[in-house]
């Protein structure tokens, strides 16, 4: 069992599962967030590491995976809890690999702590607003790249909000992540959807272009039925931030924050960071100790 130097608790499979504070700063100050995942089981515990030859380990990060491998990895990551949710299951963008497959990779990753990098947000432009964000019919809405975490819960945001699902309603719109700021100033899109971390820079470069409009999610929608599915799910975690906290990190930049209370509430992302499951247990204590 890896020692562990954060507050953690047990999954129902015995596995130890540390809760991280995640700290977003802002100019002058800080805002700390609390994410309890310990609530999740083992299946929502695992990081992605693909495996070659048994060998070597493809090293996985916020918004790009697979990008690389080598004989020398320690076999350490991070990852957004969903995909190896999906990973466990053999679904999704992982349907190529099966459920047997899947569940085997999977079984051997285990997770030393969690953070909580980036909350979901929905933006547009001053100068073609979204009257309503409950009504979102017909518009073009950026809600993440081709394939992955992101666009699952850019998704899930939109039908949150309007009961649309993509396709049904509204036109999704994709691209990479370094495309995603091009796309969405050069008039790609109607509105956007994104998980982001405080600041984030990619909403100041694209207030660049003019000022700009973000919309937490709104309360009541947030504690319907549907709204504590999405927060609950496989790799989301709640996330509420002092809304002036919020619209102090952007001060200056052109954007402008709306909420109906005094704190911005979404889902967010949750990462885990991740290692073998064979990784010598005083290596992963010594790697939480110096995150932590």
Not at 30 to 42: E, G, P, Q, W
Request: hydrophobic content about 35%.
């Amino acid at each position: 069992m890896l020692k562990t130097i954060l507050k953690g608790s047990r999954c129902s499979t015995g596995s130890i599962c540390c809760v991280r504070t995640s700290n977003a700063y802002t100019r002058n100050h800080h805002t700390r967030f609390n994410t309890a995942l310990h609530r999740h089981d083992i299946s929502r515990c695992l990081g992605y590491c693909w495996y070659r030859n048994h060998a070597n380990y493809r090293g996985c990060n916020a918004h790009k995976f697979s990008s690389s491998s080598s004989r020398r990895a320690p076999g350490y990551g991070t990852a957004p809890l969903i995909l190896p949710f999906l990973l466990s299951r053999g679904i999704g963008p992982y349907s190529g690999v099966g459920p047997e497959k899947g569940a085997e990779l999977s079984s051997n990753l285990q997770a030393l702590f969690f953070n909580a990098g980036s909350a979901q947000m929905f933006g547009y432009y001053n100068s073609n607003p979204v009257s309503d964000i409950r009504n979102l019919e017909g518009l073009r809405i950026w809600n993440g790249p081709p394939r992955g975490a992101a666009l699952t819960s850019g998704r899930a945001m939109i039908q949150l909000l309007s009961g649309l699902k993509e396709g049904e309603g509204y036109e999704g719109i994709q691209n990479p992540w370094p495309d995603a700021v091009s796309s969405i100033t050069g008039g790609g899109a109607d509105a956007w959807t994104i998980p982001e971390g405080l600041p984030s820079g990619r909403e100041i470069a694209i207030a660049a272009a003019g000022d700009i409009t973000i919309h937490d999610v709104p309360s009541d929608i947030l504690a319907s039925k549907l709204g504590q599915q999405i927060v609950n799910a496989p790799g989301h975690a709640p996330y509420s931030v002092p809304v002036d906290e919020y619209r102090a990190a952007y001060a200056g930049n052109g954007i402008t924050i709306v909420t109906d209370d005094d704190t911005f509430d979404s889902f967010a992302t949750a990462f885990g960071q991740v290692v073998n499951s064979s990784m010598d247990e005083e290596l992963a204590y010594q790697i939480t100790k110096s995150i932590s």
